[in-house]
């Protein structure tokens, strides 16, 4: 049984996706490295795009977490399809450019890239870390229609800076569930997706939620999972994510990738996008535009086998 790929609604939800990390990187940057006690103390509970942060943001502005997905993103369309190189040239380009913040694991990939040309960092068991989640969103966007590539590409990408069991299935995880926002599936599908990780990794497992949204990719995942199932709009999904402090750019831009492509654009609060950066709104839009244009779903397959809807 097939179901028909509705284009116009998938390219929407793309760019709701893209737009909606963008949204959570901004929302809970101002603040990252809090606890949930000193963000009450600030904020009460923080609902808007505020800037500030131990980086001093400008409201609207985004992190790391959004520069490097374009990087990924801009690679894949300069190369009009897959080019590990290229991403790895685009992350160097922008190391270079001095950003105002880099994890330490992603700083260490690129400068081996940089010096020796390395695309694969070794296995480390200290990179468990989120940086290579992080930046999945274009690779998904990329390969919708296609679980081979999506599975190729985002451990590819990651195993730039980041060579770790636990971050190859998280990205792995986080592209499958962009896949099936995007095709418009239902959360208890997304939820067998959620619970096919937690069956292979069980330290995922996040049915009692601990609490802690460090840049450790399970507690990371956790977090997401946490607020984006409970969340009943997108808006409620990723002010519940940021007011857990901690990573909170990170885990904001993760969950308001998937509650993006989930609720579509609809369900994108505009005071939110008025808030961002405008040039940051048109080139996600614009590179959603031209991934999706490069998927195998554009490129006529045109049938998805049917899942439980
Ligand atoms: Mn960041
Ligand atoms: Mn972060």
Redesign the pocket.
């Given at each position: 049984m097939t179901i028909p790929v509705n284009l116009p609604d998938i390219r929407s939800r793309a760019r709701a996706a893209f737009l909606g990390f963008a949204i959570g990187?901004a929302l809970?940057?101002p603040v990252?490295?809090m606890t949930t006690g000193e963000i009450k103390a600030k904020h009460g509970v923080l609902k808007e795009i505020v800037g500030g942060g131990w980086l001093r943001l400008k409201p609207g502005e985004v992190?790391?977490?959004t520069q490097m997905s374009l990087c990924v993103a801009r690679a894949i369309d300069a190369a009009n399809g897959w080019s590990l190189e290229g991403v790895a040239r685009e992350f160097a380009q922008w190391l270079k450019s001095k950003p105002v913040?880099v994890?330490d694991t992603c700083r260490r990939g690129i400068r081996n890239f940089m010096l020796k040309g390395v695309l694969e960092t070794p296995f480390n068991q200290w990179d468990a870390g989120?940086g290579a989640a992080?930046r999945m969103l274009p690779v998904a966007l990329f390969t919708l229609g296609d679980d081979d590539l999506l599975q190729r590409y985002a451990v590819e990408q990651a195993h730039i800076t980041h060579n770790h069991p636990l971050s190859d299935a998280a990205c792995i995880t986080l592209g499958r569930m962009v896949h099936l926002s995007l095709m418009g599936f239902s959360k208890t599908r997304l939820r067998r997706e959620a619970d096919q990780l937690i069956t292979a990794h069980p330290s995922f497992a996040f049915d009692t939620y601990r609490g802690l949204a460090t840049?450790y990719v399970v507690d990371t995942m956790q977090t997401v999972f946490h607020y984006f199932f409970r969340g009943r709009d997108f808006e409620e999904c990723l002010v519940g994510t940021v007011n857990q402090g901690g990573?909170?750019?990170?885990?904001g831009?993760i969950c308001g990738m998937i509650a993006g492509a989930f609720y579509g654009m609809e369900g994108i609060p505009r005071r939110w996008i008025k808030r961002m950066d405008r040039r940051v709104v048109d080139e996600v839009t614009a590179l959603a535009d031209k991934l999706i244009g490069l998927s195998a779903c554009n490129r006529g397959m045109g049938l998805f086998p049917e899942g439980n809807k």
């Open positions: 990187d809970g940057a990252e490295f992190t790391d977490d913040d994890g989120n992080m840049g990573d909170a750019d990170t885990t831009a």
